[in-house]
């Protein structure tokens, strides 16, 4: 099993700061990973697939780098709306895994 | 916009069984793999299971291979997750997740429903 390591745990920083997220792959998943965002009492909501490749919707502010072990998720300008927890999934091998989750806070 | 709506969660004791449904619409669901991936309470995101858009490959977590089932309808555009065996652990909230293109990563989810094992 892939194992997807993010960090930090925990990122608190100001509107209109750079956020700069990171996950690890246990081995390559070549450029097959993905992130979400969750906020409070919703369902995740994909941001980036294929590494940097941003879903339908999804502002110009972030945008994903990385293949094969290191992945990076930067929000270029921290909105409001932009506080919330941040997970990486691989789809490179069965069983598919997530990472344990980035939260990006209020500072 | 592409829905998709889960029922059947419950509370329920260590042991027993429950099938989830996800009705879903507005897209077209035999072209789709579909996913359930679950979440305790808390806690990060877990994947569960996929099927594929035929329904003639299907993929489990470890933590759920040989109690829980997938399956699909395509003729009713509804999945569904038969749970046997339910242990504490398996508490969550259970999201279905359609696959983006060909590709296993989620572009819609539904609302979750709950799912409580406890005595």
């Known amino acids: 099993e892939i194992v997807l390591t993010q960090s930090p745990a925990t990122l608190s920083l100001s509107p209109g700061e750079r956020a700069t997220l990171s996950c690890r792959a246990s081995?390559?998943?070549?450029?097959?990973l993905a992130w979400y965002q969750q906020k409070p009492g919703q369902a995740p909501r994909l941001l980036i697939y294929?590494?940097?490749n941003r879903a339908t919707g999804i502002p110009a502010r972030f945008s994903g780098s990385g293949s094969g072990t290191d992945f990076t998720l930067i929000i270029s300008s921290l909105e409001p709306e932009d506080f919330a927890v941040y997970y990486c999934?691989?789809?490179?091998?069965?069983?598919?895994?997530f990472g344990g989750g980035t939260k990006v806070e209020i500072k | 916009e592409v829905q998709l709506l889960e029922s059947g969660g419950s509370l329920l004791q260590p042991g027993g069984s429950l099938r989830l449904s996800c009705a879903a619409s507005?897209?077209?669901?035999?072209?789709?793999?579909m996913s359930w991936v679950r979440q305790a309470p808390g806690k990060g995101l877990e994947w569960v299971s996929t099927?594929?858009?035929?329904?003639?490959?299907?993929f489990y977590a470890d933590s759920v291979k040989g109690r829980f089932t997938i399956s699909r309808d395509n003729s009713k555009n509804t999945l569904y997750l038969q749970m046997n065996t339910l242990r504490a652990e398996d508490t969550a909230i259970y999201y279905c997740?359609?696959?983006?293109?060909?590709?296993?990563?989620?572009?819609?989810w539904g609302q979750g429903t709950l799912v409580t094992v406890s005595s």
């Open positions: 997740a359609k696959a983006i293109e060909t590709k296993n990563y989620f572009d819609y």
């Open positions: 507005r897209f077209t669901f035999s072209s789709n793999a």
């Open positions: 099927i594929s858009p035929g329904a003639s490959t299907t």
């Open positions: 081995q390559s998943v070549s450029s097959n």
């Open positions: 294929d590494a940097s």
């Open positions: 999934q691989q789809r490179n091998n069965w069983p598919l895994t």
